[in-house]
């Protein structure tokens, strides 16, 4: 099937859409809309995912309704209707426990890179081909008929992630579709970029950095987190376009290690597996990519218990790794250690997997002393307090962190009860 203008396939819905239809939530939605002329149908990623046999999260509709005549067949039939994006044509729609986002169909007819004019219109091939790639443009009606104006069905069969016509004018309209071009390539193609697709985001780069941060920080995570992630990354890489979003050299190779190491995707991992070897690099990521500060203080974390494993080529003794884990806490030891098996010479993978398991399962250490045990020996309060503690600690790690109380009261009467 070739792309827009080929004209639609209207076919019986394959088997895997048939599950979509059982939704009472849907039928009740399908019921309260589709009448008297108009058309509703289920779109985009929905039926892409079904098709897949990928999990639904959510069942975007389209319909010929404007919205104001959306919200007021959804209230008269009893379902809120919430008017989250009406200059866009979007109504959201709660049936139970279930949301719907009902989006009237519409055409782009004025777009700056960033933002379109609408206008609404009521043909489903219109409303098609404006949508990003052939694989999100696929419609199907309430009675199980399937609309393919490009191309789609082939190209999910096939895992392509392709743009509907022209890449480089697609692009330019919403130079978001940069990133989503590579999102859903690393999430539902093999990886390989489309080499026409792939062509117009180098030749259109520069549209980037017109990308707000926010927006980059969660498309970039949401690339991080697909399957292919690793392999988009290194061609994205190579064509000299991931440095412009994360603002620092990156090491796609050592993303492809971590990926190895630890398959679960964990997007933050990811992100600093491609670009954090120092505290820097992660306080970077925070301004660049407008990071929260739970995520920003995760990667600084992890970068300083880096910094002490730097440069090894098997991991450190237990010892070591009870004091990793005291100092740094779990999360950022457990980073730690996985970045730094990344970044060693290949070998040693089950000492690395030790090494992991132990940080994993072993409890952090805790310092069993405090100031008001160093006041009991008599030690006056004040700074010498402070500095009596920190000797004690230090002759506690060097002890390996013992718990048993004869031991312990041994410490204490070893430390020196400072200059006071
Ligand atoms: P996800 O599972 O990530 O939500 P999705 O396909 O539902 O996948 P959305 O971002 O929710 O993706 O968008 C819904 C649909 O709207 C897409 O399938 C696509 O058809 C269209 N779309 C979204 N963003 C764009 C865009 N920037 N340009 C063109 N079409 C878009
Ligand atoms: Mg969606």
């Given at each position: 099937?070739?792309?827009?203008?080929?004209?639609?396939?209207?076919?019986?819905?394959?088997?895997?859409?048939?599950a979509l239809f059982g939704d009472?939530?849907?039928?009740?939605?399908?019921?309260?809309?589709?009448?008297?002329?108009?058309?509703?149908?289920?779109?985009?990623?929905?039926?892409?995912?079904?098709?897949?046999?990928?999990?639904?999260?959510e069942i975007d509709l389209a319909t010929t309704l404007l919205p104001e005549a959306v919200m007021a067949r959804a209230n008269a039939a009893g379902l809120r209707a919430i008017p989250t994006g009406v200059a866009h044509g979007t109504v959201t729609l709660l049936a139970g426990e279930k949301t719907f986002e009902v989006?009237?169909?519409?055409?782009?007819?004025?777009?700056?890179?960033?933002?379109?004019?609408?206008?609404?219109?009521?043909?489903?091939?219109?409303?098609?081909l404006r949508r990003d790639f052939t694989i999100n443009a696929l419609s199907m009606t309430r009675d199980g008929r399937l609309f393919d104006y490009t191309g789609g069905l082939d190209d999910i069969a096939a895992r392509k992630v392709r743009f509907i016509g022209e890449p480089a004018r697609r692009i330019a309209?919403?130079?978001?579709?940069?990133?989503r071009f590579f999102r859903f390539s690393a999430d539902f193609g093999d990886g390989l970029l489309d080499s026409a697709g792939r062509i117009a985001a180098i030749r259109k780069r520069d549209g980037l950095a017109r990308l707000s941060r926010e927006r980059i920080h969660a498309e970039l995570l949401k690339l991080l987190s697909a399957r292919q992630a690793a392999t988009v990354c290194t061609e994205i890489c190579a064509d000299g376009l991931l440095h412009l979003l994360i603002a620092s050299v990156p090491n796609p190779a050592r993303l492809r290690r971590v990926v190895a190491i630890v398959p679960p995707q964990d997007p933050l991992l990811r992100l600093a597996?491609?670009?954090?070897?120092?505290?820097?690099?992660?306080?970077?990521?925070?301004?660049r990519l407008r990071l929260s500060n739970a995520e920003a203080e995760r990667l600084e974390?992890?970068?300083?218990?880096?910094?002490?494993?730097?440069?090894?080529?098997?991991?450190?003794?237990r010892g070591d790794l009870r004091g990793l884990l005291f100092r740094h806490g779990r999360q950022a030891s457990g980073d730690a250690i996985i970045l730094a098996e990344a970044d060693a010479r290949p070998g040693h993978d089950d000492e690395w997997g030790r090494a992991r398991k132990f940080l994993l399962d072993t409890e952090e250490p805790r310092l069993p002393f405090s100031g008001a045990d160093m006041i009991a020996r008599g030690i006056v309060?004040?700074?010498?307090?402070?500095?009596?503690?920190?000797?004690?600690?230090?002759?506690?790690?060097?002890?390996?962190?013992?718990?048993?109380?004869?031991?312990?009261?041994?410490?204490?009467?070893?430390?020196?009860?400072?200059?006071?």
């Open positions: 099937m070739s792309q827009a203008g080929a004209g639609s396939r209207d076919i019986e819905a394959p088997e895997a859409l048939a009472q939530a849907l039928i009740r939605v399908f019921a309260a809309l589709d009448q008297e002329g108009e058309e509703t149908r289920i779109v985009g990623g929905a039926l892409r995912n079904a098709l897949l046999g990928r999990p639904t999260h989006t009237t169909l519409r055409e782009d007819i004025a777009t700056d890179g960033r933002r379109a004019i609408v206008l609404f219109g009521r043909s489903f091939e219109t409303d098609a309209e919403d130079y978001l579709r940069i990133l597996a491609l670009c954090v070897n120092l505290p820097e690099d992660a306080a970077r990521l925070r301004e974390r992890a970068a300083l218990a880096l910094v002490t494993l730097h440069g090894l080529n098997e991991p450190p003794a309060e004040g700074r010498a307090v402070g500095e009596a503690l920190k000797e004690l600690q230090a002759r506690w790690i060097r002890a390996g962190f013992p718990t048993d109380p004869a031991r312990l009261a041994r410490l204490l009467d070893e430390t020196p009860r400072g200059t006071t």
